[in-house]
C-alpha cells in the first residue's frame, strides 16, 4: 500500500457543514511541552500523527481522542478542530484534523500498530516523517 500523500489542506466547518464529504479517518495535533507528538507506525514505517479510521457511529472528534490514547497514551484537552486534509494514495481520501494540549506524555510507549513516540519541533523532526504529516505540522505544529 502506498504512503498517502498531501493533496490539499481545507479550512472547513466541523463535518455537517461543509462541501466536502465526510472524513473517512481522524489525525490529532497534539502539542505538549516538548513539540507535537509523534508515533512511529509499525506497518508503514514512518512517523506520523496520532490519527486513524473513523468507526461507525463514532465522531471524528471521537476519533482522533480515542486514537490519540490508543496509539500514544496520551489525553486530549481543549481539543480543537482545524479544518480537512485531502491527501492520495492512488484514490482521494479526506480526514479531520483536530489540535490539542497533552499535559503528559509517557517516556515510552508502543503497541501492535505503534512501535515508539518521538515529538516533532520546527526544523527538528524524526525521519522517515509521512509527507501529509509534514505538511500539516509546518502549518498548525
Excluded: K, Y
Excluded at 53 to 59: A, L, N, Q, V
Excluded at 80 to 94: A, P, Q, S
Amino acid at each position: 500500500m502506498p504512503l498517502a500523500r498531501f493533496v490539499n489542506f481545507h479550512e472547513t466547518p466541523e463535518p455537517g457543514g461543509g462541501h466536502l464529504p465526510a472524513p473517512a479517518f481522524a489525525v490529532m495535533i497534539a502539542r505538549s511541552r516538548d513539540g507535537a507528538v509523534l508515533v512511529f507506525n509499525r506497518f508503514r514505517q514512518v512517523w506520523e500523527l496520532p490519527g486513524g479510521f473513523i468507526d461507525p457511529g463514532e465522531s471524528p472528534r471521537q476519533c482522533a481522542q480515542r486514537e490519540l490514547e490508543e496509539e500514544a497514551g496520551c489525553t486530549a484537552r481543549d481539543t480543537r478542530w482545524l479544518g480537512m486534509v485531502e491527501v492520495n494514495d492512488g484514490r482521494t481520501h479526506f480526514g479531520a484534523v483536530f489540535r490539542c494540549s497533552v499535559d503528559t506524555v509517557p517516556a515510552q510507549f508502543e503497541n501492535v500498530e505503534s512501535a515508539g513516540l518521538s515529538r516533532w519541533r520546527r526544523g527538528q523532526a524524526p525521519a522517515p516523517l509521512g509527507h501529509s504529516d509534514a505538511a500539516l505540522l509546518e502549518r498548525f505544529g
